[in-house]
């Protein structure tokens, strides 16, 4: 029903870069190479996210607006080796019960545009597309004003976009990714699978060849990824990513295992740039915690801080300072 749908919007979509991050992960999903975000005023006007998938079935394209209609779970078992990003179902469903989206969708062959709005199926007719998506979402919150009250301001909303996107971009540098904001180019990655190309993308030039590169292991876990010396790094815990099986997580743990892992050669009161992307097996993680699948559960928590502050002192007990 919209109601449950607008419900689940409550904890999907919470803001403008929410609907971001949840049209972008679906289109990493469908195996897109690239991915082209397209947003006015903070994303509150207008979020457009164009992509050159798998695109969706002509007879698909309504159930994928149904809540927990997802193609791509389909037991129980299936939900403890989550190796998509979404899985919950939640995501379109909740968009289109507190905004305008207007999808078009084509396999290759044949397409489908179709249009909803607050929850209300508006128009579904056939349309032409090359192979992909392209999903607009304007006037967002239009029927929870109360929702709408609450964004912060221009600048903090569009500041969570562009970390969610740089955040993505890091995490799948093999996918090309493009953020625009009212026709200004925020971010541009080659997608040529080149990690350090997207962190100078995104940190600077300067700090990117100042990167060194890390890698760990156990019986469980790899690590691989990039930590900036300290001296180059100001700014926040924002500059510091984790990312499990290709999802980047928000675990206090293991920010501070990073933070630890730089030892004295942290200046007080100063945060790192690092990218550290670990892989496990599936089963070592929950990501069923929360609808924004941002929080998760390990099962070997401590072993796996203690892998990454010692892979980072490690490698910065051999790098001249
Ligand atoms: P979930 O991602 O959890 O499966 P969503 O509500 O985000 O749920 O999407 C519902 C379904 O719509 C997906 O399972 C997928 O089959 C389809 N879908 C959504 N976006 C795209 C896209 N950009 N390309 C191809 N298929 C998509
Ligand atoms: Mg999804």
Do not use: C, W
């Not at 779970?73 to 080796?81: G, K, V």
């Not at 489908?112 to 192979?131: E, M, N």
């Not at 030892?263 to 599936?282: C, E, F, H, N, Q």
């Amino acid at each position: 029903s919209v109601l449950a749908d607008q419900i689940a919007a409550g904890e999907v979509v919470e803001r403008p870069a929410s609907v971001v991050k949840e049209l972008v992960e679906n289109a990493i999903d469908a195996h897109a190479t690239q991915i082209d975000v397209l947003v006015l005023e903070s994303g509150v006007q207008s979020i457009r996210v164009i992509d050159d998938g798998d695109g969706i079935a002509d007879d698909d394209v309504l159930t994928a607006f149904k809540r927990h209609a997802t193609s791509k779970i389909t037991s129980r078992a299936d939900l403890f080796r989550v190796h998509s990003l979404g899985f919950r179902g939640e995501a379109l469903p909740s968009i289109a019960s507190v905004a305008d989206v207007v999808l078009t969708t084509s396999t290759g062959t044949t397409g489908t545009s179709i249009h909803y709005r607050g929850g209300k199926l508006l128009k579904q007719v056939p349309a032409a597309l090359r192979q992909g998506t392209d999903i607009t979402v304007t006037d967002l919150f239009f029927n929870t004003p109360a929702r709408l009250k609450y964004l912060k301001s221009p600048q903090t909303e569009l500041a969570n976009i562009v970390d969610i996107v740089n955040r993505l971009a890091l995490s799948y540098p093999g996918v090309a990714i493009r953020l625009v904001h009212n026709s200004k180019e925020l971010l541009r990655t080659a997608g040529r699978g080149d990690l350090q190309q997207v962190i100078a993308g995104i940190y600077g030039v300067q700090n990117a060849r100042k990167m060194v590169a890390i890698e760990g292991k156990t019986a469980d876990y790899a690590l691989s990824g990039y930590v900036a010396l300290p001296e180059l790094t100001r700014a926040s815990r924002q500059y510091i990513t984790v990312l499990i099986n290709g999802r980047a997580i928000k675990n206090q743990q293991l920010t501070k295992a990073v933070i630890k892992g730089y030892g004295s050669k942290l200046m007080v009161g100063r945060y790192p740039i690092a990218v550290i992307a670990l892989t496990m097996d599936p089963l070592l993680v929950d990501v069923n915690v929360h609808p924004t699948k941002q929080e998760v559960r390990l099962s070997k928590e401590p072993d796996l801080a203690k892998l990454i502050s010692t892979t980072i002192t490690d490698r910065l007990a051999t790098v001249n300072l």
